[in-house]
């Protein structure tokens, strides 16, 4: 997507000059891909702004929906989701009260399938199998996807074609799992120059790399943003032909601990 700016076209300035300017296109029914696990690496800065925005009916992939006033759940809260593609979706209140009562889809996926449909899509392999999910609901179909008002099963997953291949000369069953492209993606970084090269901190080098590759238009937000040149090449996680648009939030952008877990200190704390 081209503007009078040149911005979306590879290799020139990708800096966008604020959140809202940056996911102002993104349009209801949109399908988005969002890094994060758990609260860490959330692209709140840019949640937020597409809360701010009203759009609605959303499709999203991610591996969870945040909780109940962070991350994802803030869209949740506000009924701005209509379809969630994620492993774990236990920390949300919400999540499970609009999901049982059938004004929230849920594709239930596996993991690291649900990590490898992100790479897969964004490195333009259509499908692929694998051992995940074989003699399961997962390959079987029949996994609720969306319940009716009366608790009944509205929606379930369809069954997944099911191969034979020889492993060390043994046959063994693979589910075919497809790849996932959504229209845009939605990232944090702790680094990233002008030209979209990122440098993810920690933990949040979790989903985010592979949910960038997946969208088709990615908007990054990084906590600082430095010139291009000044990223030593081999500290890169994801190069800037992956990303379409970046804005800078600052190093003291809040970040929040889903569980903090801690041990006495000896001294009675």
Not at 4 to 16: A, M, S, T, V
Not at 54 to 62: A, F, K, Y
Request: proline letters at 5%.
């Amino acid at each position: 997507m081209d503007d009078e700016r040149g911005i979306d076209k590879p290799g020139i300035d990708k800096q966008w000059p604020s959140a809202a300017d940056a996911v102002a296109d993104i349009r209801d029914g949109a399908s988005i891909a969002v890094g994060g696990f758990g609260l860490s690496g959330n692209p709140i800065a840019l949640i937020q702004a597409l809360l701010a925005q009203g759009t609605s009916d959303l499709s999203i992939v991610s591996n969870n929906c945040g909780v109940d006033d962070w991350g994802l759940g803030v869209l949740l809260a506000a009924k701005r989701i209509r379809k969630m593609t994620s492993s774990y979706v236990g920390e949300n209140k919400e999540f499970e009260r609009q999901f049982l009562k059938g004004s929230l889809e849920l594709e239930l996926t596996p993991q690291g399938t649900l990590a490898e449909k992100l790479r897969a899509g964004g490195s333009g392999i259509a499908a692929f199998y694998t051992q995940t999910g074989v003699g399961t609901q997962v390959a079987e179909g029949g996994l609720p996807r969306r319940y009716a008002a009366d608790g009944t099963v509205a929606v379930a997953s369809p069954p997944k074609d099911i191969r034979s291949f020889a492993v060390e000369g043994n046959p063994r069953d693979f589910v075919l799992e497809e790849a996932i492209t959504t229209d845009f993606s939605l990232v944090h970084a702790a680094l990233g120059d002008r030209h979209g090269n990122l440098v993810f901190s920690k933990a949040a080098r979790n989903f985010n790399p592979l949910a960038a590759m997946a969208g088709r238009i990615c908007i990054a937000q990084v906590e600082r943003l430095v010139e291009p040149g000044e990223l030593d090449p081999d500290r890169v996680h994801l190069p800037g032909v992956f990303v379409h648009r970046i804005i800078e939030v600052g190093t003291d952008i809040e970040k929040r601990i889903e569980r903090r877990t801690v041990r006495p200190d000896g001294k009675g704390n």
